[in-house]
């Protein structure tokens, strides 16, 4: 039996326990705090696609590409002016792309001369590039650039690996498909000025045949047709 001296003792050891038993329990059962992973974005493309980095691409996907749309990559060359306010627009769908190129590279060669012609450097994800050849001739000299010619030129399409890659499973192969000419628009002369038509006096027709042409046809015809009828009188 406890004497009224050992109650004091004996509330202030159940306190004390009391007071220590939420540590304890916390060391027993930490709390586990949640983690957030996020995805990086391709800085090159306005945050529109993520980033690809690390994506598992199966060795039986196609190899990713484009397709050109405009101008159709399977029809004839397109003629198009170097003169002041006109652009050219170059457009594209991507096709089996499983891993985005950083960047985009657009140039022109010409045949002829055997130069390439910077057209733009766009964002891997772009799907359009608009070009001015007047502005090109314009700042070409300025640039070290070569000037442009009206010739056929091929339009290339490549990533920041270049032209000479090959085909890879889902990952961006060049294109070289498309073909364009340019040319410079000659300025109106009117007929006051002396114009002539270089190719009227070739065409077919008696009107447009020299005079003595004309004179030796018509003999011709005469004597034939003299001929015929004196054979048929004799027949007769």
Do not use: H
């Not at 974005?41 to 690809?52: D, F, K, R």
Request: charged share 5%; aromatic share 8%.
């Amino acid at each position: 039996m406890m004497t009224p001296c050992q109650l004091p003792t004996l509330f202030l050891l159940l306190c004390t326990a009391l007071a220590f038993t939420p540590a304890l329990a916390q060391a027993a059962d930490p709390i586990i705090q949640p983690t957030t992973t996020t995805a990086a974005q391709n800085g090159n493309n306005g945050g529109n696609t993520a980033s690809t980095t690390g994506v598992s691409i199966p060795s039986s996907a196609p190899a990713g590409g484009i397709t050109i749309t405009q101008p159709v990559q399977t029809a004839e060359a397109s003629y198009y002016k170097i003169a002041p306010g006109v652009d050219v627009t170059f457009a594209w769908n991507f096709t089996s792309i499983l891993s985005y190129p950083t960047s985009l590279t657009l140039q022109a060669y010409c045949t002829s001369n055997k130069n390439t012609y910077p057209i733009a450097t766009l964002p891997g994800t772009a799907t359009q590039a608009i070009w001015n050849p007047y502005s090109y001739s314009m700042t070409a000299a300025a640039s070290n650039l070569p000037a442009l010619v009206q010739e056929t030129y091929r339009l290339q399409v490549m990533d920041e690996r270049g032209l000479g890659v090959g085909a890879s499973p889902g990952v961006f192969q060049p294109n070289q498909k498309v073909q364009f000419a340019l040319y410079i628009p000659q300025a109106y002369t009117p007929l006051s000025a002396g114009w002539i038509c270089a190719s009227c006096k070739s065409g077919a027709g008696l009107g447009y045949m020299p005079q003595p042409l004309v004179v030796g046809l018509v003999a011709t015809l005469l004597a034939v047709g003299l001929s015929g009828w004196n054979i048929l009188g004799r027949a007769l």
